[in-house]
């Protein structure tokens, strides 16, 4: 178990720039400028700009996409204490040959796993996914007395996407091996707007009781989201039968008009807190709770079919506690023991279109934390328990109302559990290394192993040295990735048949090497997927 934590770039106090540019197979090319430093002789006001470019094609045929970010950041002295950031992502995402949400078939109608090639696509050459996403944010940090501090945060999200697909609809029905009769042609034109705003507002700071110094937080926050759909048909080529072998995957769709429209709406306001107390010189508690009220409705609706439907759903009194313990045994190791709790409530629907019951749960976890030589190599070992109900999957056979999309339902329980281990660091000042093995397995109420298409078993390995004496400029590394199989029994009710398929264990290899030409300049090589 784990959490990642993104964390915007931020201005920096003196100026500096850089410059990166990759080539790679399969005509990837990539560059990123970055550049940052004060704006006013002052440095009161700050300033950072990073703009990206990428472009590749890819092992699939006639498949290749394109991606533009540009990063804009602001961040202003107003007074002694209080500072103000205001700035702005934008990103253009665009595709040939898309793939999105599409499948690969897996079985002949016999049962016989299928052996097509790696460069095989489902999907037309015409087709296009395109999408843009801006995010507009601003935060407010003004120091307190104490050693408080007040933080005013507020983000807006606005994206849009647009796909047009035609594509062998391989989850509806099943190929004949020998033919390759047996599929059908599928045709959609998706339009999609998506629009979050967010507000979060808090204060911390230390605060002293038994004779010790400790933290805390109060918070509140508010969170709204509006997504709306347009779906579409070529009602010529929807349906139309398709040979797995012989189709030329070229199309020219001409999409009517509106054929199902989805609108979907949430609100959700919370107050939280969270402390952090010092019981003792080795002993420390973390504790916290959020408690939250939420409001949504997903409303579906084909007029063609005829077919409507709204979901609402809330709550006005969720209360999600967490609490943790933390023992440092010496100054190298230090053990805890935590828990916490799951609420989420869900966007996947069920076959009639209403929204599946919010996901709840408990985490439980254990484990040692050490830093070794001092502090340059850390290792970590941990324990967890996960068990959770109205986890989604999907529901064999059905698909969304007035679409072609997979329904959902929830399992009745589900309980993982999970062992990671960790080791990453500096054993010397020239050697680095980093090497994890997670084992995770999730079993439903009747004891029946689930989720299997995740590999059960997971060692990462990757290390990077640099070379002693005249050779000091140049550092190697190499590492591996192993995951053990992964699997999953497929329910064909189309043929009244239980299909099994398999992934066995497998590695991937990767090996670079780096070249520090001055202390501003460096040059990498890199291979991934070594052994192909």
Do not use: C
Not at 67 to 89: F, H, N, P, Q, R
Not at 103 to 127: C, E, I, K, W
Not at 209 to 232: C, K, P, W
Not at 440 to 451: C, L, P, R, V
């Amino acid at each position: 178990s784990g959490a990642i934590n993104m964390v915007r770039k931020k201005p920096t106090a003196q100026f500096q720039a850089s410059l990166e540019g990759e080539l790679a197979s399969r005509d990837e090319r990539r560059g990123v400028a970055d550049i940052s430093g004060p704006l006013n002789e002052a440095g009161t006001v700050r300033g950072r700009l990073v703009t990206l470019y990428e472009e590749a094609d890819s092992i699939i045929e006639a498949y290749s996409h394109d991606k533009k970010i540009v990063y804009g950041v602001i961040e202003a002295d107003l007074a002694s204490g209080t500072t103000l950031t205001a700035g702005v992502t934008h990103q253009r995402k665009r595709s040939k040959g898309s793939l999105s949400y599409l499948g690969f078939p897996l079985f002949y109608s016999n049962g016989v796993m299928t052996d097509l090639p790696r460069s095989f696509s489902p999907a037309a050459t015409s087709n296009r996914f395109g999408s843009n996403s801006t995010d507009l944010f601003a935060t407010l940090e003004h120091a307190l007395a104490n050693d408080w501090t007040l933080k005013i945060s507020a983000s807006r999200v606005q994206s849009s996407q647009e796909e047009r697909s035609v594509f062998m609809n391989v989850s509806g029905s099943f190929p004949d091996q020998a033919t390759g009769d047996g599929l059908r042609m599928s045709a959609d034109y998706r339009d999609y707007d998506l629009r979050v705003n967010s507000v979060d507002v808090n204060v911390r700071g230390p605060f002293s009781a038994f004779g010790r110094q400790h933290e805390l937080v109060l918070g509140m926050d508010y969170n709204e989201f509006q997504s709306t759909t347009d779906g579409r048909f070529d009602k010529n080529i929807q349906g139309q039968p398709v040979n797995l072998y012989r189709w030329n995957r070229q199309a020219t769709p001409v999409f009517g008009d509106t054929f199902v429209t989805y609108d979907s709406t949430r609100r959700q306001a919370s107050a939280y807190a969270a402390t952090r107390l010092n019981l003792s010189e080795r002993l420390k508690l973390i504790a916290g709770a959020k408690v939250l009220r939420y409001s949504e409705n997903y409303i579906s609706d084909a007029p063609g079919v005829p077919f409507f439907s709204a979901s609402p759903a809330s709550d006005s009194s969720v209360f999600t506690p967490y609490g943790g313990l933390v023992f440092d045994i010496d100054a190298t190791h230090s053990a805890y023991a935590s828990y916490s709790t799951i609420y989420q409530p869900q966007a996947s629907q069920d076959r009639h279109g209403k929204l599946l019951a919010p996901r709840e749960g408990k985490t439980y976890e254990a484990g040692i934390k050490s830093g070794w030589l001092d502090g340059r190599l850390n290792t970590a070992a941990a324990v967890y328990l996960i068990r959770q109900k109205n986890l989604a999957e999907t529901d064999p056979g059905h698909t969304l109302p007035g679409s072609s999309d997979p329904a959902f339902r929830t399992i009745k329980g589900a309980d993982t559990q999970g062992i990671d281990l960790e080791a990453t660091g500096a054993i010397t000042p020239n050697w680095n290394v980093s090497a994890s093995w997670s084992y995770s397995q999730t079993d439903n109420a009747d004891g029946k192993a689930i989720q299997t298409t995740f590999p059960r078993h997971l060692v990462k390995l990757w290390t990077t040295w640099r070379l002693p004496g005249e050779l000091h400029r140049l550092t190697v590394g190499g590492g591996m990735n192993w995951q053990s199989r992964v699997y999953s029994d497929i329910d064909a009710w189309q043929v009244e048949r239980t299909f099994h398929w398999e992934q066995k264990a497998y590695s991937v290899a990767s090996l670079m090497a780096r070249y520090d030409v001055s202390d501003k300049l460096s040059a990498t090589f890199s291979v991934a997927n070594l052994f192909d």
